[in-house]
């Protein structure tokens, strides 16, 4: 146990499995393998599996994507992490390929690969193409193909391990957001579940929905709620596709009040599908959402801070829906 | 792989005749290029040797010179701000050492008349240059990085995605890959209308690797469209030396199996990158199609933004700490910065007798001068109207805000 950054734990939980299976590879581009930690032995996947197992390519996620995909089907496990700048290059071999061939081998295909994909900062500046969050709408929809976006160290370890041992194709997405985040991680390997949602806070006043780097503007607001009096129910969804519904309808029947929280686009964000399973469910709730409005992120600061969706915008509307 | 490093290897390089005769011009004229590359596919001139830049008027010679200074000192003063002024907040890629490829290139087009009549360009994410080039207002483009209401974009662009329609400047892309397909459906327009105008595409070395590299030269080279693919090879595609993604020396050889000219220029003599663009850009106007240049560069920074530069020295040595694939070695840098693209181009003219020592002096101190107003300009317009981000998303209306819920 030490407290460890996002990547470190991330990149823990890869060396371990590569260690296990002599056969697995991994592609980047950009973004070396290489994370360091206070206190503990720096992790380089490049220079300690060599490059023919760990190779930096051009700048092409298609090929970063297909290879991986190729590799799943001739039997080895393999992973990409693929920049946010290149997030929906690969989305074909994602969507018909690796989300359809289960499907079309009848149930043959062998996929024992995860594609890692960088959601951006939500950087002021960066403008249209570098601070879009939206790729959590994009690979969520997709069937066949497990979407995961943990928002803690200890939670990416734990289902980076799990993606890499499950069987199916698992989109991996990885919100740069949380880069800084450090916290508790254990040493050894362990697996975290990709079909469970976890609940932060526990209460029964409202129920807050969201993932990746939204939690800790959630988690931020309702500290400050719970302050003000009132009791959140802050549920962290880990995974996209699966969705668990299990435990959002738990929540929401006892709080009645469902508030989600998206920095990707409003249209379709995760969000609508939470608030659309619940309502299939449960009766007499209310419903709101929070979601980054449906225009491409400008990149003047004014604009672009205003515009994205923060834990304020969360006390202020969970206030006005308990009230 | 070894000698892959040594692809820019001056000493390496076959010359062709005519590339011999063009050194032997500058050698008479007492210009700064020491080296010239040369192309496996060489150009029929039917009797003239290519050397386009003997036709240029004094005007438009010093008119180049002005440009080059124009870029160079446009970044060079927002390096500094970077690292000087705690309230810029401009996010620049910067283009320093690769001056005359925009400005040769962009000599060779047409400027002027919107969409429909000038020649398009199209660029990446280093947009400074080609936007200069083209003929971009300085001002409003500084405004822009800065993210002003005033700026050429009306702050939604910043850096990387800065364009102007009306000189034909088609964009600034942050992404590796879709620019020169989009630039090639330009073209493809173009000759369906029967306008004359020519598309340009610049990209850097990193942009060989992608799929898109091929789907353009494939269609335009089947189509014959008015398309020409500049790559700017600086050695380095954000981290990573282009020996990580290519496995050839020369990236113009990747023009020989569309059956289209690959050209080799260097990239830091601006005549000569004039002469092989004039060649590229009256082939496509004449309908025959496409043409691949790579002109061998060099940037004198990182791949982003100032680290390992100092406020008032040209180019950056120090330590990059995103530079994790690949170290640009301080030697390196400054080898290249022996052949400056200012110096080489100040040196020819000054060897043509088109300007003098003073004269080039005074043309260098004025562009100092105007760029700093347009930077001071820049520093008073208003910032951007949070609300108005909800604007532009459709020509029409604007968009619902949702961030409150």
Known sequence: ?323 | MANRNDAHARDAQQKSPSATRRNFLQGLAGAGAAISFSSKIANAQQGEIGYWAKDLTDAQLTNMFSTILRIRWYERTLVDKMLTDSNYRGYNHFYVGQEAVATGVCAALKNTGGVMEADLIYSTHRPSGHAIAKGTDIKKMAAEYDFRATGLNKGYAGEMHISDKSIGFMGADGMIGPGPVIATGSAFAIRARGSKQVVVNFGGDGTYATPHFHSALNNAALLKLPFIYVIENNLYHQYAHYSWSCPMKDIAEAAAPYGIPGVIVDGQDVMQVYNVAKTAVDRARAGQGPTLIEAKTYRYYNHWGAPGAKPGELGAFGYDPLAISSFRPEREVRDWMTRDPVDICRNTLIGWKVIDAAKAAAMEAAIKQEVLDAVAWADKQPFCKPEDGLKNVFVEGSVLPRQFG
């Open chain 1, 1 to 323: 146990m030490a407290r460890k950054s996002f990547m470190y734990s991330v990149l823990e939980a890869v060396q371990y499995e590569m260690r296990e299976d002599k056969n697995m590879i991994w592609i980047f581009e950009l973004t070396p393998p290489v994370a360091s930690n206070p206190g503990r032995p720096v992790i380089n996947l490049e220079t300690e599996f060599g490059r023919l197992r760990v190779v930096n390519t051009g700048i092409d996620e298609n090929w970063m994507a297909g290879c991986v995909l190729g590799a799943g089907l001739a039997g080895s496990k393999a992973a990409t992490y693929i920049p946010y700048q290149g997030a929906c290059m690969p989305f074909q071999m994602i969507q018909n390929h690796a989300g359809k061939l289960r499907s079309m081998t009848g149930g043959d295909a062998s996929m024992p690969v995860v594609f890692i994909m960088e959601m951006t900062g939500q950087t002021a500046g960066f403008a249209g193409q570098h601070s879009d969050y939206e790729i959590d709408t994009y690979y969520a929809h997709i069937a066949g193909v497990k979407t995961v976006i943990p928002s803690t160290p200890a939670d990416a370890k734990g289902m980076m391990a799990s993606a890499i041992r499950d069987p199916n194709p698992v989109v991996f997405l990885y919100a740069a957001g949380l880069r800084e985040l450090v916290e508790e991680v254990p040493d050894e390997q362990y697996l975290t579940p990709l079909d469970k949602a976890a609940v932060r806070t526990t209460g029964s006043d409202i129920t807050i929905v969201s993932s990746g780097a939204g939690m800790p503007e959630v988690l931020d607001a309702a500290e400050k709620l719970q302050k003000a009096g009132m009791k959140v129910e802050a549920i962290d969804l880990r995974s996209l596709k699966p969705i668990d519904t299990e435990t959002l309808v738990k929540s929401v029947q006892k709080t009645k009040r469902l508030l989600t929280f998206d920095q990707s686009y409003y249209t379709l964000c995760p969000g609508a599908e939470v608030i659309a399973r619940v309502a299939e469910n449960v009766s007499g709730a209310k419903f709101k959402r929070i979601a980054f409005p449906d225009a491409p992120p400008p990149a003047a600061p004014e604009m672009f801070n205003w515009m994205r969706p923060n834990a304020d915008h969360i006390v202020a509307a969970a206030k006005k829906f308990v009230a």
